[in-house]
């Protein structure tokens, strides 16, 4: 299974941008995903979950102003971010906890990467 996230870039404060993460190969089921960050000298933070039934939640800088979701028939999950502030500047990833192997056990697997810089 790989995770490919896309999306990032370059942004004014005040602007938007949507990250992507699309997923490939045998997959039976996915449970929780979730999108992470880490700042530069900064430990990796959750900043959004969703489970499979679409509920939501959110790391308390971003609530409000980011929109996470998903696609169950194209397992691919997005993180829709508004208004964006210096501080939201990072590399993001995505993280999806799924059943690779159709014996119940579920893994964490983790996209690559997304650099997303927020100018002020």
């Known amino acids: 299974v790989q995770l490919q996230a ?30 992470y960050r880490q700042a530069p000298g900064k430990q990796r933070e959750l900043v959004a979950t969703v489970s499979r039934d679409g509920s939501t939640s959110y790391l308390n800088s971003v609530a409000g102003r980011f929109t996470i ?4 028939a194209k397992n691919t999950v997005t993180l829709q971010m508004d208004s964006l502030k210096p501080e939201d ?28 810089t927020v100018s002020s």
């Open 89 to 116: 500047t990072a590399v993001y990833y995505c993280n999806v906890y799924l059943n690779d192997s159709g014996y119940g056990r579920y893994v964490n697997y983790w996209g690559q990467g997304t650099l997303v």
């Open 69 to 72: 979701s998903r696609d169950n």
């Open 6 to 35: 896309s999306g990032g870039g370059l942004v004014q404060s005040g602007g938007s941008l949507r990250l992507s993460c699309t997923t490939s190969g045998k997959i039976f089921s996915i449970n929780l995903m979730r999108w």
